[in-house]
């Protein structure tokens, strides 16, 4: 291949992964990790590919390699997810996948009986939740832009409460024509730790492009947009937390989620960091004239967001919602008197535009934006520069103005017309 595969590869491997928009460091549990699943020779691979979505050509031309020996390398790291190939209407782009939405999901989709599944779902839950490093590079310093974000149950708005079309799973569906059903990634993991749990397996639902490249590569099946509707349905009568992208645009996927096995519920549930699934733009309100105090909304709400209190004036218990409230609708919907609804939230949640903007922001707020600038690994003076404007755009008054409301807009259009 032209390259000698040196012992540090796996270390080479993790800096690369940990500049991603999804930050990874380096422990024990993660060198273990990436052994398992990447060859050395894999590993060499993507420690050369470029940080930004490229074409076969552009790779070819910065790793000075032909496309012919290029493609049946990266078309196998795409099988095994730890590459995505996006198709852009024209040709395919190739990316580097991050933990997540990337390496995590895709592994833990893959069925087979030579794969060493449980071994993978150890790894995976020791690092995510076991050293705390992942969250906390993450999440710990109160970052505001994750992957995901909570869609309400239609079903669990209030009387004439107001619901834009990306606020709805129902429209999300309705707007894609190419659907696709695969493994929860989350249950797959805990089944293989040994957890039981009544969801069935397959809830993984994409849309578009996404089910498209989860088709492609083997991850998920086609299903049809009926098919959708009535996994939308269940999940709604089971009580199950409903996720999509955190864009407003575009979003190529609608998870459902059980409390038990979901890695972001647990993650807000048990870390405080209220940052790992986006809430919706509602809120969950009590009518104190109608709740009975049956406790069922506290139980099925996912990250024990709702209390039952005595009240002052009498030992009747009701329900308190408290301030972590995903805005999800579970609890509506198992109320049996109707005391609960979704409610707008004070404060409006803002959500980035499409899929550009959310890794924009993601990178600007974990110190790996300037990967996106200057994505050559191979480059010496990119390198250099990728050092230079990493250091000054990690100086607190220069990010705080850049993910300011005052002048984000601004940013994200002049980095778009630049990218144009």
């Not at 024509?177 to 397959?202: I, N, Q, V, W």
């Not at 939308?232 to 609608?254: H, I, K």
């Not at 009975?292 to 308190?320: F, H, N, Q």
């Not at 903007?357 to 996106?372: A, G, K, V």
Request: hydrophobic share 40%.
């Amino acid at each position: 291949m032209g390259h000698i595969v040196g012992k540090d590869v796996y270390r080479k491997l993790g800096r690369r992964l940990d500049q991603s928009p999804a930050r990874t460091p380096w422990t024990p549990v993660f060198r273990q990790l990436v052994e398992e699943l990447y060859s050395p020779a894999e590993a060499e691979l993507v420690v050369r590919l470029p940080y930004r979505p490229s074409t076969l050509e552009r790779v070819a031309r910065m790793l000075k390699e032909p496309e012919t020996v290029l493609r049946p390398r990266i078309e196998n790291l795409c099988a095994k997810g730890l590459v995505v190939d996006i198709w852009d209407g024209r040709e395919y782009l190739y990316m580097v996948s991050p933990i997540v939405i990337g390496f995590f999901e895709f592994t833990m989709m893959r069925t087979g009986p030579d794969l060493p599944m449980a071994r993978w779902a150890e790894l995976f839950q020791s690092y995510m939740f076991g050293e705390k490093d992942f969250l906390e590079a993450n999440f710990g310093s109160g970052q505001r832009v994750s992957v995901m974000r909570a869609l309400p149950h239609e079903e669990a708005l209030g009387e004439h409460v107001e619901i834009l079309d990306y606020e709805k799973a129902s429209s999300l569906i309705e707007e894609h024509t190419d659907f696709a059903l695969g493994l929860c990634s989350c249950r797959h993991e805990k089944h293989h730790l040994g957890y039981a749990c009544s969801t069935p397996m397959e809830t993984c639902t994409s849309m578009g492009s996404g089910a498209r490249f989860l088709i492609r590569n083997g991850f998920a099946k086609s299903i049809d947009k009926a098919r959708m509707r009535d996994i939308l349905a269940r999940s709604r009568d089971t009580g199950l937390v409903l996720s999509t992208d955190n864009v407003r645009e575009d979003a190529g996927f609608v998870c459902h989620c059980c409390a038990c096995c979901c890695n972001l519920l647990r993650g807000v549930r048990e870390t405080g960091y209220t940052g790992v699934l986006v809430t919706s733009g509602f809120e969950a309100s009590v009518d104190a004239a109608r709740c009975t105090g049956c406790g069922l909304c506290a139980k099925a709400c996912p990250v024990d967001a709702i209390g039952m209190e005595k009240t002052e004036v009498s030992s009747r218990r009701l329900a308190r919602v408290g301030t972590v409230c995903l805005g999800c609708g579970v609890c509506a919907l198992k109320c049996p008197a109707g005391a609960l609804t979704l409610q707008p939230r004070a404060r409006k949640v803002w959500h980035p535009r499409d899929s550009f903007e959310r890794i924009m922001l993601q990178s600007l707020e974990r110190d790996t934006f300037q990967t996106f600038l200057f994505d050559n690994p191979q480059s010496r003076t990119q390198e250099f520069m990728r050092a230079l404007v990493g250091g000054f755009l990690k100086l607190p008054p220069v990010k705080r103005a850049l993910l300011s409301e005052k002048l984000r807009s601004r940013f994200l259009d002049a980095l778009r017309r630049a990218a144009g």
